[in-house]
């Protein structure tokens, strides 16, 4: 395939440069790729879906898609348009899954990559002591996890949903109720190969590369186009036990998950969720959880309250099931959810991971999956979650919620040092998820204006300086907002951005640097 001139003509987007304010909307005329061979190839046609993304807000056209079939066809483009320097505002955005929410893996005018096209290598498994994968960093974690229990083995860490690429999550950090334990993904992944902003490729790891490795894990797609990935293993369990119990009371609630969180032998699983004004959420679940005591269980009501779920799980092998068991019951025994509420279910290891996708089905079905999501994703510091709670529950959010309303609690020791990923300051944060939907055509309360100007109120309290509350999937629209997300780490992602990425090439959606002439 051969890749002739085309004309750019660009407009700036709101996006920052490290060292510049932002600029007024100007555009300018660009010509010429040489003549390029690509394994893959490239289109200029059809190429609406890379301006799309989950969030369904932001639709930036790029001037080219990339379908490579190799490291070279991403290496020999980032090269080239590194190699026009100053005189270029081309950029280039790695596109995994395209299941970002505020057009992170857009490039207006510019190009493209579909990870996904990517197949090498092909997934290859090593066994041993210290089992890992080596993956495209365009697969999707479903298509890893299968792959994987074919030979009994599994990633240790995830994300609720499956059907996103390893390059994506590894941007961010990806982080589900394994990551107490085991921490997030960045964690669990042992080496990267990485195309910089150069064009230059490199294999890094903490032996090798060190800074780079750091610089990409929670990277937000800044510092280098991840195109391989050695991933963790451990032996996959079977079976999982699911258990859901309810209460009416934050504290308690909050107690009985950092407990959970803190014990070493516990349950593998520690998630959470609120329940605001949703009786039909309840009774949707017995048609799948089966209430420990099925009388007294029937009988409570919500009555509007807002209620705190706690959500566990146990994994197994069928014939542990009786010590398990027993195991589960000691841990349920020292908690101080509403008796009456416990609700438990057993489903194979793929139906636990693969839950959200059930959900992605019936919501597709009825037309509700490509709906715009004003999602806000928040970190918060274990000792101001009650202080949040108090103002966001008893506030800003205490009649509807538009979507699942996640909250639980992580281990920060448990978190890799260095990385490029922001969190709080202290040992234990809670992951605070609005995982709103909007109807586009409402201007009620599940609208999206409403619920945008629910989100502000939200953040407009968690930016108060004192809180140490910091965004996950961080989204900004001016460099001050920028600084102060990254606080003193600041310094050193620039530096990095420098050294990997100078002209500000990479994920222009991020809208943290800006490309100028
Ligand atoms: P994209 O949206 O395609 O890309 C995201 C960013 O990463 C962009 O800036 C892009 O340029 C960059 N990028 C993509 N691939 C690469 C690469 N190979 N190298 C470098 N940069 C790259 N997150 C969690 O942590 N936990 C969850 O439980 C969770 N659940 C989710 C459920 C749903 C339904 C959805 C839609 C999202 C969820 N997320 C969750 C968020 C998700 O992890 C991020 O949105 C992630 O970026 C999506 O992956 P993707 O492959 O679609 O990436």
Known sequence: VFLHSFMINR????????????????????????????????????????AKDFGNRYHLMPSAVLHPKSVSDISSVVKYIFDLGLASELTVAARGHGHSLEGQAQAYQGVVISMEALRVPEMSFHTGKRPYVDVSAGELWINILHESLKRGLAPRSWTDYLHLTVGGTLSNAGISGQAFQHGPQINNVYQLQVVTGRGEVSTCSEEQNADLFHAVLGGLGQFGIITQARIALEPAPKMVKWIRALYSDFSTFARDQEHLISLTSSLDYVEGFVIINRTGLLNNWRS?????????????????KILFCLEVAKYYNPRESDHINQDVDTLLSELNYIRSTLFLSEVSYVDFLDRVHVSEVKLREKGLWEVPHPWLNLLVPRSRIHEFAREVFGNIVKDTSNGPVLIYPVNKTKWKSGTSVITPEEDVFYLVAFLSSAIPSSTGKDGLEHILSQNRKILSFSQRPNLGIKQYLPHYSTE?????????????????????????ILAPGQRIFRREK
């Open 11 to 50: 407009e700036h987007l709101c996006s920052n440069h490290p060292f510049a304010t932002p600029q007024t909307v100007q555009s300018i005329t660009h010509s010429s790729l040489p003549e390029m061979r690509f394994d893959g190839h490239i289109s200029f046609n059809n190429i609406e879906f890379a």
């Open 288 to 304: 799948s959880f089966n209430p420990k005591d099925p009388v007294q269980a029937d009988q409570f009501t919500t009555e509007g």
């Open 480 to 504: 001050e907002e920028w600084k102060v997300h990254f606080g003193a780490h600041w310094e050193v992602f620039c530096r990095r951005k420098l050294s990997y990425d100078p002209l500000a």
